[in-house]
């Protein structure tokens, strides 16, 4: 076999395999999904699209979402976004988080383009999604292995510098509990895992105000670095992601 003729061999193999794997995963796949998952994945829908529509406030959305993902079965939920098979392709680095995109099978009822985005965040021990705020975004996450130790905080106000920010959440987070964020509370999030290896889903819904300009925006902070101003407030000051990831990003005890 000359060269040519092995590589055209070698690429239809490549492509029939992938194929082959996508048509099989699918398949069997969509005969997992109950009809409970089914209907759950229906109402996430309808709230994110109620948000996006401003049909709901962001607090509301983040009220019912947080209960909606601490209702699902985490089993099929795991199952419905290929949990197992999608993890196994991770790449954890030595400081910070890794993430990929996941969907869901095609639903009756879930148009194929959600929405919002659904991810899945994965960290080894000691690692963390930094502190951080964001702008014009909600998003909700739902822990699916491991314990975290979990930190919200409402934005009170922010410069290009600085950002002052209120504590409202500290807990240790276990499978099935869920956070979120938005504009309107709890802006600020972080996550630090306390066991190898530790994942999160999340839904996440951009740009919920176009006249907003500016469609999305994310500032990382430095709470250890943080000053009481009185009333429960901490200013805390920003960092730009390298910062961030070398402090945040690992644990260092
Ligand atoms: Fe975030």
């Not at 209120?166 to 895992?193: C, F, M, R």
Request: with cysteine; aromatic share 8%; proline share 4%.
């Amino acid at each position: 076999m000359d060269r040519r003729t092995f590589n055209q061999k070698f690429s239809q193999g490549l492509v029939g395999f992938a194929f082959l794997e996508t048509f099989i995963g699918q398949d069997l796949f969509a005969q997992k999904i109950s009809p409970i998952t089914n209907q759950w994945a229906r109402e996430l829908n309808t709230i994110c699209q109620d948000l996006k529509t401003q049909e709901i406030s962001q607090a509301l959305w983040q009220q019912r979402v947080e209960s909606l993902l601490q209702r699902i079965s985490l089993t099929d939920l795991m199952k419905s976004i290929d949990f197992e098979r999608v993890i196994r392709t991770m790449k954890y680095p030595d400081l910070g988080v890794t993430a990929k995109m996941v969907r869901f099978p095609r639903l009756s009822g879930v148009p194929a383009r959600t929405v919002f985005a659904k991810k899945i965040f994965g960290m080894q021990k000691g690692r963390a999604i930094i502190p951080h705020g964001h702008q014009n975004m909600a998003s909700a996450h739902l822990i699916l292995r491991g314990d975290f130790d979990v930190k919200h905080y409402d934005k009170i106000s922010e410069n290009a510098q600085e950002m002052i920010i209120k504590p409202t959440i500290l807990k240790v987070g276990k499978a099935g509990d869920a956070t979120s964020i938005s504009d309107e509370k709890d802006n600020v999030h972080w996550y630090q895992a306390l066991t190898d290896k530790a994942y999160t889903f999340d839904v996440i819904v951009f740009n919920l105000n176009p006249q907003q300009g500016k469609s999305y925006d994310i500032s990382n902070i430095d709470p250890d670095e943080g000053k009481n101003i009185g009333n429960g407030m901490i200013q805390v000051p920003k960092l730009t992601v390298a910062q961030g990831l070398k402090k945040y990003g690992k644990s260092h005890h």
